[in-house]
């Protein structure tokens, strides 16, 4: 069973169906942390949840959830084009009140503006909430997934709905450690740390990176809700944890911020960017293990 952010007809159910097998059962979760619960406590066997959006960024409930709570790590990872369908009931009047969720709506705000300057835009939990709530006829029109119609009986008002033409949300699935995928040569790295109160430790562990030739592909920061000014750091790199170089990097992150998490290796959905070398990170490691074993010199 694969739990995945719902109700039926988000993307992330799309993303989800990627991720699957045909005959494998998807189970939708209201929120983000109910969907990560899910795997968490065994109910299923994984789960998937959106992590960020190239208009709007970041997932917040999911990148919260991810670094809290009992472990969980990524296994694979999926990139979806974003276009929404604008939703509402048949034989509908004029639309007072439209509804999505945030990132939905941070990406239709222009298209909103301009033909449907006077609806009150109310936040939903998902796209497909909101579309249930129009059925229930609690709001006039949904910003939703294309997808959202199969599962709700709604006239599409508008469709290929996007301010920004080639938006992309790119979903995870996680599940509780285990063993991890194989390497492909195309893999990303997640990990998140919780970075001490000192001098020069961002930088730090940035060096520890960029002096091992190891592409970052993305950095983000949260608080740690602990204390004002207290922050965790989500990097996304090239490479998999079973290589030399990344490994070394990876430890070499861990003597800095003592609290990493590891939030796994997988393959990268779009591989592209540059391929690193680690012939001679494997040649060095294997070098120094003859000099220890009084093998070499
Ligand atoms: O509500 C959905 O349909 C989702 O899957 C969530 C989500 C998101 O969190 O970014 C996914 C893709 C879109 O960018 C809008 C919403």
Redo the contacts with the bound molecule.
Sequence with gaps: MLAY?GPQ?????Q?ARGFASPQEELVPFDTVPAALAAARSGATRWACV?L??S??GA?PA?MDALAEGEPLVAVAEAV?P?RFSVLTRPGHGRVRTVA??P??LA?VRHWLAEHLPSAEVVST?????AARAVLNGDFDAAV??PVAVRHYPLEVLAADVADVRD?K?R?LAVRPPGALPEPTGHDRTSVVCTAPDRVGVLADLLAELALRGINLTRIESRPTKGRLGEYRFYIDLDGHVSEPRVGDALAALHRHCPETRFLGSYPKAEPGGPVAGNEEFVAAAEWLSDVRRGRGA
């Design positions: 952010f007809g988000t993307f992330t159910e993303a959106p960020e959006n208009v709007e997932v999911t979806l974003v999505s969720h990132h939905a990406q939990a998902s796209t497909a909430a939703s997934a938006a949300t979903f």
